[in-house]
């Protein structure tokens, strides 16, 4: 019914850039709530950033002044730009989408993209 695609992850040295994208298409409510969760090697998966239809976010302490969540809700796609990349924030990548739940949710969307790869490393 719903399917996300990410796209935008790489290798990137310490300190660099990039911008992450996830497209959503099929049955998508005019209101929802998209975000991004990580998992590194060994880890749990976290959120890392969410945002509402109207434009609440929530972002993890670690990425706070470094990472900015936005969407265009016509195309019904969020983004992500990542700056001054830490070895850290090495980890897959997923986009997630829900249609019931507000910036600050306990829970994540029902759907999920398949995840890409952000490595930082020198």
């Known amino acids: 019914q719903v399917q996300l695609v990410e796209s935008g992850g790489g290798l990137v040295q310490p300190g660099g850039s990039l911008r992450l994208s996830c497209a959503a298409s099929g049955t998508i409510s005019s209101i929802n709530t998209m975000g991004w969760y990580r998992q590194a090697p060994g880890k749990q998966r976290e959120l890392v950033a969410r945002i509402t239809t109207g434009g609440s976010t929530k972002y993890v302490d670690s990425v706070k002044g470094r990472f900015t969540i936005s969407r265009d809700n016509a195309k019904n796609t969020v983004y992500l730009q990542m700056n001054s990349l830490k070895p850290e924030d090495t980890a897959v990548y997923y986009c997630?989408?829900?249609?019931?739940?507000?910036?600050?949710?306990?829970?994540?969307?029902?759907?999920w993209g398949k995840g890409t790869l952000v490595t930082v490393s020198s």
């Open positions: 997630n989408l829900g249609f019931f739940l507000g910036a600050n949710s306990d829970y994540a969307g029902p759907y």
